[in-house]
């Protein structure tokens, strides 16, 4: 769902850029390219070490 919104939102902005959108395929490819060149890095902020569930008490 979240990349059929972001398809949407695309030719959206791209209509009122007077821009011609990428075809669904298109914006797929670029999608998963974009997707790929992340590293772990990107993807994790924090360590199990530095993660803190607050207790009920708190």
């Known amino acids: 769902?979240?990349?059929?919104n972001g398809?949407?939102?695309h030719k959206?902005?791209?209509?009122?850029?007077?821009?011609?959108?990428?075809?669904h395929y298109e914006y797929t490819v670029l999608l998963h390219e974009f997707v790929i060149r992340q590293t772990d890095r990107r993807f994790t902020r924090?360590?199990?070490?530095?993660w803190h569930r607050p207790s009920?008490?708190?």
């Open 1 to 4: 769902m979240a990349l059929v």
């Open 7 to 9: 398809y949407i939102t």
């Open 12 to 23: 959206c902005n791209a209509e009122k850029l007077q821009k011609k959108p990428h075809s």
């Open 46 to 50: 924090t360590t199990a070490r530095e």
């Open 56 to 58: 009920l008490t708190e």
